[in-house]
Nanobody
């Protein structure tokens, strides 16, 4: 059974960089042909896909203004992947999830077979 666990600060100040880690157990992040994603849900809104990294280390970003502020990476020795979101504003507040899917870099929430429990991030001074 694959398990994903998000970790990181619950509170970040505006203009700072948010750093989150997803620790994966029960399966390797290098296994063909899985994609490991960061997805968030702002309060009162739907899910928003942020970035993915695949089994080979290739990265994928949403084609929007978020792309310039987002960075995804991995540490295969720790079986972890990370998210950095720079210059955060209160609009970046929400629950951040890491999740796994196969086949393509992103998709609907139903296409993800494993999810972390989510971590609340609040951007406030």
């Amino acid at each position: 059974q694959v398990q994903l666990q998000e970790s990181g600060p619950g509170l970040v100040k505006p203009s700072q960089t948010l750093s989150l880690t997803c620790t994966v157990s029960g399966g390797s992040i290098t296994t063909n042909y899985y994609y490991w994603s960061w997805i968030r849900q702002p309060p009162g809104k739907g899910l928003e896909w942020l970035a993915s990294i695949d089994y080979s280390g290739r990265t994928y970003y949403v084609p929007s203004l978020l792309k310039s502020r987002t960075s995804i990476a991995r540490d295969t020795s720790k079986n972890q992947f990370t998210l950095q979101l720079s210059s955060v504003t209160p609009e970046d507040t929400g629950v951040y999830y890491c999740a796994r899917k196969s086949g393509t870099a992103w998709g609907t929430d139903r296409e993800y077979d494993y999810w972390g429990q989510g971590t609340q991030v609040t951007v406030s001074s």
